[in-house]
């Protein structure tokens, strides 16, 4: 008897016809369903990384000065501010930059206008300080710290990725 590699029955099943026109199952449809959500993802993201936007914003502690917020910029985060641009506190509240000083001011400047030094080192981020003025939609607590962020552009989240 001749030995042969394969089994008998593979052998059978592969020469019989009776099988030809039964579909090969691959996979499940829940792998589908898993791959089309996947699919789906993908070009959400895509579809926001090029409609959408991201703001940038600049980050200060404000302080209430009995008629709006003012905050001490470095000189490098004042250069994007301007008059104008949104500004929303930690507390909820909205409002808008109205005046952006041309002259930094000093640590020691600063503290001649506030009345603690918790105030002042909170306030101050950096030694040369430029004086932002902040008006608020809402009531404010006379001299208290308020977060605040100035939202001083928006970027396509594209961007990221072609500008390297």
């Not at 008998?8 to 009776?18: A, G």
């Not at 829940?30 to 090029?50: E, G, R």
């Not at 500004?87 to 640590?107: F, N």
């Not at 603690?116 to 981020?125: E, G, K, L, W």
Request: proline share 4%; charged share 20%; net charge negative.
């Amino acid at each position: 008897m001749a030995s042969s590699i394969f089994r008998e029955k593979s052998l059978k099943r592969i020469s019989s016809p009776e099988q030809l026109n039964d579909y090969i199952k691959v996979s499940q449809p829940s792998v589908w369903i898993a791959l089309a959500a996947a699919a789906a993802f993908v070009v959400a993201v895509l579809i926001w990384s090029v409609a959408g936007t991201v703001p940038t914003r600049v980050e200060a502690v404000a302080v209430e000065d009995g008629g709006g917020l003012t905050c001490y910029l470095s000189t490098e985060d004042a250069a994007d501010v301007a008059p104008g641009m949104t500004v929303e506190l930690s507390t909820g509240e909205h409002g808008a930059v109205t005046a952006v000083d041309d002259l930094p001011l000093s640590v020691e400047e600063v503290s001649q206008s506030l009345t603690s030094d918790y105030a002042r080192d909170s306030v101050v981020t950096s030694d040369w300080s430029i004086p932002v003025q902040i008006d608020v939609d809402g009531a404010l607590e006379q001299g208290r710290l308020y977060q605040v962020y100035i939202t001083t552009g928006s970027v396509s989240p594209i961007s990221f990725l072609l500008s390297s």
